[in-house]
T-cell receptor, first 113, second 119 residues
Framework: SQQGEEDPQALSIQEGENATMNCSYKTSINNLQWYRQNSGRGLVHLILIRSNEREKHSGRLRVTLDTSKKSSSLLITASRAADTASYFCATDNYGGSQGNLIFGKGTKLSVKP | GAGVSQSPSNKVTEKGKDVELRCDPISGHTALYWYRQSLGQGLEFLIYFQGNSAPDKSGLPSDRFSAERTGGSVSTLTIQRTQQEDSAVYLC?????????????????FGDGTRLSIL
């Protein structure tokens, strides 16, 4: 079953603008990860934030985590056409015996030059 | 170093045929995962291998699906008597270790997938 739900489902912006994507989840977590998927390719890990962290930065990426609201956001600043991709949040299978991640359906980001 | 390699990249087959998908994880990665992604959807977890331990097969969608991992490295996912609803992209991922207690999952490294089309 889906754990994360990304919002919005699709986002179209101009190059240079900031893009914000949100993710909500249902159960407790140990960590939350964001991945990017270019069309026809596999997923690429972007950033991992632990449940005891509130904010994390990596280059133009900023991730926040609010465990009380069971939500996370991914901000891409000064977007580029190359950022065009689908973005997924994923949570760990908390309390489960399997090592899989649980993914949302993703936000499709389109950055127009 | 080399990433996760999957083959074939595309597979078109007739309904009722068996298919075998292959995954070569990153060298030294003990954990290997199979996911399925239908068009425009998120990833559906199928099965997880940790080292040489027997996997939990409860995530497989039907008994037509099976998976093996030989020598703790290469894995094959086999679908018998394929159905049209099996059409999807099958993604394999690996990580250095799998679930690590209270730290949760490690980042996973994905292959580009096998796009399976059942006619």
């Amino acid at each position: 079953s889906q754990q994360g739900e990304e919002d919005p489902q699709a986002l179209s912006i101009q190059e240079g603008e900031n893009a914000t994507m949100n993710c909500s989840y249902k159960t407790s977590i140990n960590n939350l990860q964001w991945y990017r998927q270019n069309s026809g390719r596999g997923l690429v890990h972007l950033i991992l934030i632990r449940s005891n962290e509130r904010e994390k930065h990596s280059g133009r990426l900023r991730v926040t985590l609010d465990t009380s609201k069971k939500s996370s956001s991914l901000l891409i600043t000064a977007s580029r056409a190359a950022d065009t991709a689908s973005y997924f949040c994923a949570t760990d299978n908390y309390g489960g015996s399997q090592g899989n991640l649980i993914f949302g359906k993703g936000t499709k980001l389109s950055v127009k030059p | 170093g080399a990433g996760v390699s999957q083959s074939p990249s595309n597979k078109v087959t007739e309904k009722g045929k068996d298919v075998e998908l292959r995954c070569d994880p990153i060298s030294g990665h003990t954990a290997l995962y199979w996911y399925r992604q239908s068009l425009g959807q998120g990833l559906e977890f199928l099965i997880y291998f940790q080292g040489n331990s027997a996997p939990d097969k409860s995530g497989l969608p039907s008994d037509r699906f099976s998976a093996e991992r030989t020598g703790g490295s290469v894995s094959t996912l086999t679908i018998q008597r394929t159905q049209q609803e099996d059409s999807a992209v099958y993604l394999c991922a690996s990580s250095r270790v799998g679930l690590v207690d209270s730290w949760g999952n490690q980042p996973q490294h994905f292959g580009d997938g096998t796009r399976l089309s059942i006619l």
